[in-house]
């Protein structure tokens, strides 16, 4: 058993963590969507001062929720990558302080590790090997998870990320950001059949498409060409919940297709979803009946596990302390590592 203090400041959230394995003493998030929503996306610059006037804040107050004492926190960890370099360095930075003050060990967490770990949060039993689609406003990826620092990359996107181009399409439809809300918000009074749009599909230089990669950029300008269509053919106000609902329903087919397609030629039962797009109602209801189809489970974590969070952190950390595994202090932050890369974090 670990109890282990972890920071998560990637990307937009800063975040502070304790967890013992995978139970959640305090998880606090301090999200920066606010400030970003005037630029309509992350701005690296202000996201990282943003982490330095929040991370002292959060940690004080994760400590406080805990209702721990120093001697008994185990290790501390934080997000090393991949992310914004100028907001991991923060996270990176006052972790190693602390390990350093506390005298206590230090482990650099893999981001998409994380929300792999976010699974067994609120899933203990889960167990390995599983297939684990995880789709957020940075990654699209189909991951063969065999066991704690072990996994294949089954597939990815050629272009947009899923929950980037939820994102970009909202802002063409003038949709608030984050756009991915947004979008299942409006697509729940829409026609999900009123746009026959086309799924994006990565062609092999043999032939044919390949089964698990997905590629979003093709999509977002069919929703483009529709809605300039649409302008120029009326006067009248776009309909726009036909729109998000169409195009919900083709990222949700789309996913769905080719996590189901992975657990299948790879022989799992399980399925696990995490990031932000997880909260999607489409693909919930698409992956839901796709599985029970096909005689196979699937996990989708709580909203606040799904996007980023520093619990998800801790887990996969006190899973790798408890294998031995320590990081050095002068492991410097990366902006991308595949995640097949994991255990070069470790002495
Ligand atoms: O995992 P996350 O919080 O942060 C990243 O690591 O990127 O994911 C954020 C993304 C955003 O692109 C947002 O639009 C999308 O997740 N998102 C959704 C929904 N809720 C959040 N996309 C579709 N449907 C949702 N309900
Ligand atoms: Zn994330």
């Known amino acids: ?29 301090a999200s920066q969507i606010d ?6 996306g992350v701005v690296p610059e202000i996201a990282s001062r943003q ?33 914004l370099v100028g907001s991991l360095m923060v996270g990176v930075t006052a972790a190693k302080t602390l390990a350093i003050f506390h005298d206590k060990p230090f482990l650099g967490v893999h ?11 609120n899933e203990p039993q889960l167990k390995p090997p599983f297939v684990c689609l995880l789709v957020s406003g940075g990654h699209t990826s189909l ?19 899923a929950g980037e181009a939820f994102d970009k399409v909202a802002r063409l439809l003038s949709l608030s950001y984050p756009g991915g809300p947004a979008i299942d918000r409006i697509a729940q009074m829409g026609n999900t059949e009123a746009f026959p749009f086309p799924e994006g599909k990565v062609s092999l230089p043999e032939g044919g498409y390949h089964p698990y990669d997905s590629s979003f950029s093709g999509l977002k300008t069919a929703v483009l060409r529709q809605v300039q269509k649409l302008q120029s ?16 329903t083709t990222v949700a087919k789309s996913l769905t297709k080719r996590t189901i397609a992975c657990a299948l030629d790879y022989g799992v039962k399980t399925i696990a979803v995490g990031g932000g797009v997880a909260a999607n109602s489409a693909l919930r209801q ?7 189809m ?38 410097a932050v990366q902006s991308r590592l595949p995640i097949t890369e994991v255990m070069s974090l470790y002495l």
């Open 1 to 29: 058993m670990a109890t282990i203090l972890a920071i998560e400041t990637s990307c937009d959230e800063t975040a502070v963590a304790i967890v013992k394995d995978c139970e959640v003493y305090s998880s606090i998030v």
């Open 35 to 40: 400030v970003h929503r005037a630029y309509g």
């Open 51 to 83: 982490h330095l006037e929040m991370i002292n804040i959060c940690l004080e107050q994760a400590i406080e929720d805990a209702k721990i004492q120093w001697p008994q926190i185990d290790a501390i960890a934080a997000t090393v990558a991949p992310g």
């Open 111 to 121: 981001h998409l590790e994380g929300h792999i770990y976010a699974s067994y949060l």
């Open 143 to 161: 991951i063969y998870v065999k066991d704690c620092g072990s996994y294949e990359m089954l597939g990815s996107t050629r272009d947009d990320a």
């Open 233 to 248: 053919e009326t006067k009248q106000p776009l309909p726009i919940s036909d729109l998000a609902a169409s195009f919900q």
């Open 286 to 292: 698409h992956l839901t009946a796709a599985t029970a």
């Open 294 to 331: 096909h005689d196979l489970e699937v996990h989708f974590p709580p909203l606040k596990l799904c996007t980023d969070n520093a619990a998800m952190i801790a887990c996969a950390a006190a899973d790798h302390f408890n294998r031995g595994h320590r990081s050095s202090l002068s492991l």
